[in-house]
């Protein structure tokens, strides 16, 4: 079974004391470049398309969100670039400001625990840089890692799979698009109330509320269940990038490797030509249904008129790919676990699933308060306490509470976590470019996710990073980068 | 409308392995106390954080 790459990319809220959502740029600026670790600041954007589709066309302009072009008006926040304020760290993520929000994008991986330790590093990056930010500027910043402010307004987070060119863009939409509409029953974050339609006291998606449409390459506004942007982030005549943003952020890291690996089982089903052909009529519509229903009794309208529901679309997978798929252990553990949780799901018993999915964990918390305090779901302090549960402070966010009692599992400790500074272990293409911004940053003259530039004798010699193999660990031993590039088998 | 059958296929229920190891255990209900982290926690959340929580659209 071909290994699949993977990243996860997390635009986290920002709440700074005495200022507001028309400050916001400024401030995800300010916090970004005042990261205090190593870091490189020269981000190629050369190979950025965003308006590229995978189905074979070019969009004139992307969809804008009418209120936050309100809050720019008479504002100029500099050159796009500078607005960025891209920093490449030492362990090869890319941390910067994506429309007022710090966004940390992962180092590629290719196992789900090494991304996800990843991911909960980005967590320690945001930190540290908002800690820094809020002493220069004398203020409380708190930040948050979710998806919504209550109010309409969503930020993403979104996931990056390589896939083959040749696989194609509809035998991908028909394989994975069902898997993101049930996915969220075990991988949801969980929301108070509604952001669009009827009220409902508690959904199990953060994201589901804003989506409008099957399948489009907007991010912004117009949002789809299957995003059809083609910046592949490699060698364009041989891979695609699937860019997933239908998905939550996760606090719990079981949540982050069993979102990722359900959507590698449905690439994997699609490239075998053997995953559950499910037609949904309406899968903007199914998305919303079970996000509202975490007794799974959402009926998912098929073509024909006929339906099913999220316990059949999961159990479909896992059964095509163990019956057709060499699958690896992380993968079958996936498997393993979500049948014991739909086990519990389906029988009614979601409170003992709390330390393993979040909306679990978060809806539990809620309804012991409520049935403390006598609050209800239309409370203030409800939303408050899911706001909360987001929060990445460890001495504060409700979410590390719960671990702190031991509630939910800790996955990793702090000292393992850390160890996510120094590179990715796994040999992938962000192994080689951590190498280069930590040991050879005085000749990185660029670099992005698919190259790096060197300036070397005044000469610039850009190296093409593989995506799909593993570099050897020998690379590390390189002490100058004439003998690093050599390794790379660059000819100068 | 949706007033057809419900599908199963291609589902096997004779392929799910359900909680064989165990599965998990019963909801803790006990009351928290003076020590709870949690709530110590929840006192302190101010109950109009999310009211005055407005961000901008993200990606």
């Known amino acids: 079974m071909r290994r699949i790459l993977a990243g996860i990319e997390t635009e986290y809220g920002l709440l700074v004391e005495g200022r507001g959502a028309e400050d916001q740029i400024d401030d995800a600026m300010a916090l970004v470049r005042g990261y205090p670790g190593e870091r490189l600041s020269t981000w190629d954007y050369r190979y950025e398309s965003p308006r590229a589709d995978l189905r074979g066309f070019q969009l004139e302009r992307l969809a804008v969100d009418p209120v936050d072009e309100k809050f720019d008006e008479g504002r100029n926040h500099g050159a796009p670039t500078d607005v960025r304020s891209d920093q490449i760290l030492p362990n090869g993520a890319r941390f910067y400001n994506d429309h007022g929000h710090p966004e940390y994008a992962t180092p590629e991986c290719f196992t789900l625990g090494e991304l996800a330790r990843h991911d909960q590093y980005g967590e320690s990056v945001v930190m540290q840089s908002a800690r820094s930010f809020g002493e220069a500027a004398g203020k409380q910043v708190r930040i948050y890692k979710n998806n919504t402010d209550f109010h309409g307004a969503t930020y993403g987070t979104h996931e990056s799979y390589l896939v083959p060119r040749a696989l194609g863009f509809a035998p991908l939409f028909a394989a994975v698009t069902p898997m993101l509409v049930v996915r969220q029953l075990l991988t949801g974050a969980g929301k108070v109330g509604s952001e669009s339609g009827a009220w409902c006291d508690f959904q199990l998606s953060q994201r589901a509320d804003f989506f409008t449409e099957a399948a489009n390459a907007e991010t912004l506004y117009r949002r789809p269940v299957f995003n059809t942007r083609d910046e592949c982030h490699s060698d364009p005549s041989e891979w695609i990038r699937l860019h997933v943003i239908s998905g939550d952020a996760n606090m719990m890291p079981s949540c982050t490797m069993r979102k990722v690996g359900l959507v590698k089982l449905a690439i994997h089903l699609a490239e075998s030509g053997e995953a559950p052909e499910w037609k949904l009529n309406d899968p903007v519509r199914a998305f919303q249904d079970v996000s509202r229903n975490m007794e799974m009794k959402a009926r998912i309208g098929l073509e024909g008129r006929n339906w099913t529901n999220a316990y059949e679309v999961l159990e479909s997978y896992f059964a095509a790919a163990e019956r057709v798929l060499h699958l690896d252990d992380e993968l079958c553990g996936i498997i393993a676990d979500c049948r014991e949780l739909l086990e519990s799901l389906s029988s009614g018993d979601w409170q003992s699933v709390r330390g393993r999915i979040d909306w679990a964990a978060k809806r539990h918390l809620l309804e012991h308060y409520m049935a403390e305090e006598g609050d209800n779901w239309k409370g203030a302090s409800m939303r408050a306490f899911d706001l909360e549960y987001h929060n990445i402070d460890l001495e504060e966010g409700l979410f590390h509470a719960l671990v702190h009692m031991g509630d939910v599992p800790e996955f990793w400790s702090p000292g393992e976590i850390e160890e996510c500074s120094v590179g990715n272990k796994e040999g992938t293409r962000a192994f080689v470019r951590a190498l280069a911004v930590s040991k050879f940053r005085d000749h990185v003259h660029t670099a992005c996710w698919r190259s790096i530039t060197f300036k070397v004798d005044g000469k610039l010699i850009e190296v093409e990073l593989k995506p799909d193999i593993m570099y050897p660990g020998h690379l590390k031993d390189a002490n100058d980068v004439g003998t690093f590039m050599n390794l790379l088998g660059v000819e100068r | ?59």
């Not at chain 2, 096997?12 to 110590?40: F, H, M, Q, V, Y």
Request: proline share 10%; glycine share 14%.
């Open chain 2, 1 to 59: 409308m949706m007033d057809g059958d419900r599908i199963t296929k291609p589902v096997s229920p004779g392929t799910k392995r359900l909680g064989e190891d165990g599965g998990p255990s019963a909801p803790d209900i006990k009351r928290p106390d003076g020590g709870n982290e949690l709530l110590k926690r929840m006192k302190k959340v101010d109950p109009d954080q999310a009211k005055k929580y407005r961000q901008r659209s993200g990606e």
